[in-house]
C-alpha cells in the first residue's frame, strides 16, 4: 500500500499526519473505551480507526452504514462471516423477525443471536463506519446499551461519522435513551493544515518517482481544501496522468460528483438535500450574515439554524467569529456555482 491508494489505511506506516491522533486512540482503546470519531468525510476517520485496531492486534469487524442501514443484520452478517477468523465454532443464526426492534423483537434477537455469540468473544473490536446513515435510532441505541452492560470487557466500538442523524442518538442521548448514562469518549478529527497536505503530497509523489512544487502543491491544497481523501484523489490520478493540472481537474470533476451524490443521499436522514442546497445558493451568491439568508431563503429561524447546523456537521459549511457564514468545502462551491 502506498501513500496515494485511495482505500482506506489499515497500516499504521501509511497513515500519513495523524501520529498523534492515533496514539491517543490507541491509549483510549488500550482502556476498554469506546470511541466516537467525528468529522467531515473524507477527512480520515475511517483509516485511523482500522490503523489504531491494527496496532493493537486484536480480531474485529467492519460495518459501513452506506452498504446497509440496518443495524441488527450489518452485525449479525459481519458476525457470521467473520466467524472462522473470530475463532467462533458455533453457528450464528440471524433472527428472522420484525425490523422495528419491539418489545418481542428485542427478547428474540439479544436470546438467539447476539448473546450466543459475543458471549463465546473473548476480545473484539467493532468497527461501525459513517454511522449516521444507520436506521431506526431507537433499534440501534437499544443494541449498542445492551452491548455496552454486558459485553463492555470483551467488546469495544469504534464509531465514525457526523452528528446527524443516527450519530445524534449515540452522541448526544436523551433521558429516555437506552444509551443515556453510558460514557463514550469522543475525538474531533479536523481537516490538514497547508503544512501537513504539502507535506503528503510531496511524501506521495516522491513515493511514486513524481515531484510535487510548493506552488503547485498550495494550488492543489487551496482546491482540496486539506481533506486527505480528496487530496489521495489527487494523487492518484497524479500517478496516471504524469501531470498536475490535468490531475486536478479530473479530480475535481470526480469530487464534484460525490458530493452532488451524497446531498441527494441526505433526504434518507429526513433532512431534504434540496433544502439544504438553497441555503448553499444563498451562500455561494454572497449572503453571509443569517438574517440575509433568512430573507434570501424564505425559511424561517428555527428551520434555517436546523440546515446550517446539519451543513456545518457534514463539513460543509463553517461560521466565523463574527457571525458569518461560509462555504468550508471549495468543491461543493464550485458545484453550486455552476448550477447558478
Known amino acids: 500500500m502506498k501513500l496515494f491508494d485511495t482505500q482506506p489505511k489499515s497500516d499504521p506506516r501509511y497513515l500519513y499526519g495523524r501520529e498523534k491522533e492515533l496514539e491517543t486512540l490507541v491509549q483510549y482503546l488500550k482502556q476498554k473505551d469506546w470511541v466516537i470519531l467525528l468529522g467531515p468525510r473524507r477527512v480520515g476517520k475511517t483509516s485511523l480507526a482500522r490503523c489504531a485496531i491494527t496496532k493493537l492486534g486484536y480480531k474485529n469487524i467492519v460495518i459501513d452504514a452506506r452498504e446497509n442501514s440496518n443495524f441488527m443484520q450489518s452485525l449479525m452478517s459481519s458476525l457470521k462471516e467473520s466467524r472462522a477468523s473470530l475463532g467462533l465454532r458455533a453457528e450464528i443464526k440471524i433472527p428472522h423477525v420484525s425490523l422495528n426492534l419491539g418489545v418481542s423483537y428485542n427478547k428474540v434477537f439479544l436470546k438467539e443471536g447476539l448473546n450466543a455469540v459475543l458471549g463465546k468473544t473473548k476480545r473484539l473490536f467493532i ?16 443494541i449498542l446499551a445492551h452491548i455496552y452492560d454486558y459485553y463492555y470487557d470483551k467488546v469495544t466500538f469504534v464509531i465514525t461519522g457526523s452528528t446527524i442523524g443516527v450519530m445524534k442518538s449515540i452522541i448526544e442521548p436523551g433521558a429516555k435513551s437506552p444509551l443515556y448514562g453510558r460514557a463514550i469518549t469522543k475525538m474531533d478529527v479536523k481537516r490538514w493544515g497547508t503544512t501537513v497536505s504539502l507535506g503528503f503530497l510531496k511524501a506521495g509523489t516522491k513515493e511514486v518517482g513524481l515531484e510535487m512544487d510548493t506552488k503547485t502543491g498550495i494550488l492543489v491544497e487551496e482546491n ?86 446539519t451543513l456545518n456537521k457534514l463539513g460543509y459549511v463553517d461560521k466565523d467569529n463574527k457571525g458569518n457564514y461560509a462555504i468550508s468545502d471549495p468543491i461543493l462551491e464550485q458545484l453550486i456555482k455552476e448550477k447558478l
Not at 468497527?127 to 436506521?135: R, Y
Not at 494523487?235 to 458530493?259: D, F, M, Q, R, S
Open 127 to 142: 468497527l461501525v463506519d459513517e454511522a449516521q446513515w444507520l436506521s431506526n435510532p431507537r433499534g440501534v441505541t437499544m
Open 224 to 309: 482540496l481544501d486539506g481533506l486527505p481523501g480528496w487530496l489521495t484523489l489527487f494523487g492518484y490520478n497524479y500517478t496516471h496522468l504524469k501531470n498536475p493540472n490535468p490531475a486536478l481537474k479530473e479530480t475535481i470533476k470526480e469530487a464534484k460528483k460525490i458530493v452532488a451524490q451524497e446531498l441527494e443521499s441526505i433526504g434518507k436522514l429526513g433532512i431534504g438535500s434540496e433544502r439544504l442546497i438553497v441555503v448553499v445558493k444563498a451562500l455561494a451568491q454572497g449572503h453571509t450574515r443569517f438574517a440575509d439568508l433568512i430573507e434570501e431563503t424564505g425559511f424561517n429561524n428555527t428551520s434555517l439554524s436546523k440546515y446550517m447546523s
